[in-house]
């Protein structure tokens, strides 16, 4: 039989020492973690970003990505958004009773693998497991440290009339990517999770423009609720072009099978920039010479009228309200 | 051909319009009839675009809309009967009965689980065999067929657990019945294309036919939608009134012979209860005496109190075309898609929600 994880296994007793010190901090190695103190210290000076963010994604393994890899993502952009350049995350699982030793060693390796390509550590973390029931296979919490360049103020009450909005890629491929896997619901798509770490992505738009004025991630709730979140803290309006907004063909035809608007399905890989005008295409530049921007493109402008509204210019050239999503996606019946 | 960018084609949909705007002369008023258009015109923005002479309402279709309190109640009493398990298409949850809603008796300990398939209940039932599992049959001819493979299936798998709450109902007599109602003065109607994919075209003659008014069947994307349109122009400028059909790749004249026999086997016409328009005769769809033990009505004992109207919900005015939702005086301030009053606001493809989400009386 496979090896579980046991209660003992989140106990603080051998069992769990074993497991954190072979599976975890073996491969998660850096000089801070390995010191296995209770907690990490380290020097930082400038102004720094702090974010936490817990995942609880089903299935926990999903086309393009794990929930590990997600957690780490997650944080991650969550501290590109104030352009800050992350450093250190903490990692703390919660496990259900039950799962295969092999899964959990599957994700803290993608985890591994992917503070590699982010360009931080995991310095902290904990481990506790609870009964069969009381947690759906596992769910992890991270949180994340970053240092913010000089010169740099981005945040989300920052965006001006006359703005240009600008999109890193298509919209909704984790959102289908994960629906197509779940239970009750599996259609089969080629479609992957557009999972990212954008660190990277934020750095190089900074040096193209330090005066970018907001960055959001759509994640929950997808472009469309960002978008007014973005809108309403900055008290301004802002107007996007249908026809702009890249979405693969995939992505619109699940859209359209579930009943479901790409507009309001979640990414993990996307980050929508507002930057002054005339620095506009410096940033779209940048963008599209880093991987993860290689079709960004500019969807909509800033505007001063009816502060909080978001509207559209569909591809007909008519003109609607885009609202923020409510309640949870649901497939539609006839 | 992938069937969906090509009929968001902006050029075409631009050349579409521009043809309707040169042809209309004639005032015309054209009744969308199904839900899922209403939401391709708003998601679209489609009125703005139509010439002045042109009026578009919003009809009836949206069943989860049209089920009556009563029969909401039924169904949340069904899931207060211990030992039962009701499952649902999810736009079912929030919709408010007279008292409760689904999702406020599955709150209060009520097993009600959302499925996305027939099958899905199925294999429910199939899971479960000391309880109860109950489908709850709402939706027009597109789901009736699906919901008969069900119960057909369900005899042969030997599955003895599994039961339909049939809540049917059928088009083309509400749209007679709204009709004869008076008031509307129709001059084209855009008829659902996913029923007429089952039922095909030929159904719709009698409104041509009796009534006067040209009929074009439609499908869902935008070009779908302004080309049903521009059919209906053309017919109104001629003086014809004819059936035609806009959606060829979805609708052949004679419909979908498997599945209207799924739905014969099963199935035979009931007078039903709508929401606005009351009984209907031969509106609605009851399962057939020989499937009698899959039949939740004959099953169980329902109990429920008296139903009762949200004083002051026009969803039924609305639901009728002689009502916008910007009459209601609920729309946008007590009635909102996160908390509704009725259930015009709960569906995805209910008129108030289409308002309420893409502009419509918002300014969009």
């Not at chain 2, 086997?265 to 399962?287: N, T």
């Not at chain 2, 910007?326 to 259930?343: L, Q, R, S, Y």
């Amino acid at each position: 039989m496979a090896d579980k994880i046991l209660l003992a296994h989140g106990s603080g007793g051998k069992l769990a020492h074993d497991l954190v010190e072979k599976s975890f901090v073996k491969v998660l190695a850096n000089p801070l973690l390995d010191k296995m103190d209770d907690s990490a210290v380290f020097e930082l000076s400038g102004r720094l970003a702090f974010t936490t963010d817990s995942y609880v994604v089903s299935p926990i393994f999903f086309p393009g990505g794990d929930i590990g890899k997600l957690a780490v993502c997650g944080t991650v952009n969550d501290l590109a958004t104030s352009g800050a350049k992350p450093l250190y995350l903490s990692l703390a699982f919660i496990i259900e009773e039950g799962l295969a030793l092999e899964d959990l060693e599957k994700i803290v390796n993608s985890v591994q693998a992917v503070c590699g390509e982010a360009g931080v550590e995991i310095v902290t973390g904990d481990t506790k497991v609870v009964t069969r029931g009381s947690a759906d296979k596992l769910f992890i919490n991270t949180a994340g440290v970053g240092v913010i360049p000089e010169g740099v103020n981005i945040s989300g009450s920052n965006a001006r009339p006359g703005d240009k909005v600008i999109l890193s890629g298509a919209i909704g491929d984790h959102g289908i990517a994960v629906v197509s896997k779940r239970e009750g619901l599996s259609f089969a798509t080629k479609l992957k999770s557009d999972c990212a770490p954008l660190g990277g992505l934020v750095a190089e738009m900074l040096k193209a423009s330090p005066d970018i004025h907001a960055l959001r991630d759509p994640t929950r709730g997808g472009l469309a609720t960002s978008l007014n979140e973005l809108a309403q803290q900055s008290k301004v309006s802002i107007r996007i072009e249908e026809k702009e907004i890249p979405v693969r063909e995939e992505v619109l035809a699940a859209c359209e099978m579930l009943g479901f608007d790409p507009l309001y399905v979640a990414n993990e890989g996307k980050m929508i920039a507002i930057v002054p005008p005339g620095d506009a295409d410096k940033v779209l530049k940048a963008m599209r010479r880093n991987k993860y921007g290689k079709k960004a493109a500019i969807i909509g402008e800033v505007g001063a009228e009816n502060p909080g509204r978001v509207t559209m210019k569909t591809v007909l050239g008519s003109s609607r309200i885009v609202d923020m999503m409510v309640g949870d996606l649901l497939p539609r019946i006839c | 051909m992938k069937y969906i960018t090509e009929f968001r084609s902006s050029e075409l949909g631009k050349g579409l319009i521009a043809r309707i705007q040169q042809r209309s002369k004639k005032k015309a008023r054209f009744m969308e009839f199904c839900g899922g258009h209403t939401v391709t015109i708003f998601r679209y923005g489609i009125r703005q675009l139509l010439p002045p002479t042109i009026e578009m309402v919003s009809g009836p279709g949206c069943p989860i809309c049209v089920t009556a309190n009563a029969d909401l109640d039924k169904a949340i009493a069904l899931s207060q009967i211990p030992g039962v398990i009701v499952t649902t298409f999810g736009d079912m949850l929030k919709v408010p009965g007279s008292r409760s809603s689904l999702e406020k008796a599955k709150a209060e300990g009520a097993e009600v689980r959302t499925v996305y398939s027939t099958m899905d209940a199925l294999d429910t039932a199939e899971a479960n065999p000391d309880r109860s599992v109950v489908f709850l049959g709402i939706g027009f001819e597109t789901t009736a067929p699906i919901i008969a493979a069900s119960i057909l299936q369900a005899e042969e798998r030997g599955i003895k657990n599994y039961y339909v709450l049939s809540l049917h109902k059928l088009c083309p007599p509400v749209i007679r019945a709204l009709l004869d109602s008076g008031g509307l003065e129709l001059q084209g109607l855009v008829c659902p294309g996913h029923v007429s994919a089952v039922i095909g075209s030929h159904p719709w003659e009698f409104i041509a036919q009796e009534y006067g008014i040209p009929c074009v069947v439609s499908g869902f994307e935008p070009l779908d939608i302004l080309q049903c349109v521009e059919m209906l122009v053309e017919q109104v400028e001629k003086g014809d009134s004819r059936v035609e059909i806009a959606y060829k790749r979805g609708v052949r004249p004679e419909g979908n012979q498997i599945a209207l026999e799924l739905m014969e086997r099963v199935f035979e016409p009931s007078p039903a209860r709508w929401r606005g328009m009351g009984e209907i005769a031969g509106s609605g769809l009851k399962i057939k005496s020989e499937y009698r033990r899959f039949d939740a009505e004959a099953n169980f004992d329902i109990k429920t109190a008296p139903a009762v109207e949200h004083k002051g919900c026009i969803c039924g005015d609305i639901l009728r075309g002689v009502k916008t939702p910007a009459d209601c005086k609920f729309f946008g301030k007590a009635c909102k898609p996160e908390n509704p009053v009725g259930p015009c606001m709960v569906s995805a493809e209910g008129s108030c929600s289409a308002y309420y989400l893409y502009g419509g009386e918002r300014g969009g």
